[in-house]
């Protein structure tokens, strides 16, 4: 039984607005105004009303990445310059299934200094209902971002998600505590549970549908990754410095 949204076609996957199941990157979410100050100040595309979205035009999502199946993965790999950020990339995923797990790994190395923040846009359906909105979620997190005009901004408490017997329409980051599993998303007859070993997870209830696809509300992803617009954050470490490894598991 499939258990994520899809398109009808397989050219609708390029350069789509949903992000269908797509990787974002170098940023995931929001980048404020579209400039980070790392080495300089770095501008990028706003291809997100004001501010720049998941990487911009030129993002991972848009690219086409090499792959090798074997028995239980799939490896994607990607050498690439994004245009509007500096330097290059290597950007590996890895898809690998054990048992009933999906176990997704991030890993990137860069040339240069760069705000790195992959994530995965699967879109998980509904399950048995017509809107995930029918559903429940347990999230193990107190404090989320708080978002101003959508760019997240810093901490704050805010306990009203943690359980809820109906989930509500959602585009939000949430800051994840330690403690098994980050997210428990619910049907009657169907329970997917989210372990990451990332700090934050964006929970998006698809509030949108690119022309490609019918209906609203009939996904919802975990985009679990760094904090998004963590570059802009103070204190926040969002960068991957040049020559170290990059990787997140979720
Ligand atoms: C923006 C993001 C959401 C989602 C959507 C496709 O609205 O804030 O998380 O990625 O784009």
């Known amino acids: 039984v499939n258990k994520v949204l899809t398109f009808d076609k397989l050219e609708d996957y390029i350069d789509n607005g949903m992000y269908m199941n797509a990787i974002c990157g170098p940023t995931a979410g929001r980048i404020d105004s579209g400039v980070y100050e790392l080495n300089g100040t770095v ?6 009303g004001d501010h720049h979205l998941h990487g911009g035009d030129d993002s991972y999502a848009r690219k086409y990445f090499d792959y090798e199946i074997s028995d239980d993965s ?3 790999s990607l050498d690439t310059n994004n245009s509007e950020y500096p330097g290059k990339q290597r950007i590996q995923i890895t898809y690998k299934l054990i048992e009933s797990h999906l176990e997704i790994t991030f890993e990137a190395t860069s040339d240069v200094d760069i705000p790195m923040n992959l994530t995965s846009h699967i879109y998980f359906n509904a399950f048995e209902e017509e ?6 979620m347990r999230i193990s997190s ?9 760019v997240p901004v ?5 306990k009203r998600f943690q ?10 980051p949430f800051i994840l505590e330690d403690g098994n599993p980050s997210i428990i998303y619910q049907s009657k007859n169907t329970v997917l549970e989210v372990d990451t070993d990332y700090d934050s997870v964006v929970v998006y209830t698809q509030n949108y549908a690119c022309p490609e696809f019918k209906g609203i509300q009939k996904g919802i992803c975990f985009e679990t990754q760094k904090w998004p617009n963590g570059i802009n954050i103070e204190g926040y470490d969002a960068v991957l410095k040049a020559g170290q490894k990059y990787k997140h598991v979720t």
């Open 43 to 48: 501008v990028l595309s706003k291809n997100g």
């Open 74 to 76: 799939v490896v994607f």
């Open 131 to 136: 809107s995930v909105l029918e559903n429940k």
């Open 142 to 150: 107190y404090r989320r971002l708080e978002l101003i005009k959508q």
């Open 154 to 158: 810093g901490p704050i408490e805010d």
């Open 163 to 172: 359980n809820m017997s109906k989930i509500i329409e959602l585009d939000d």
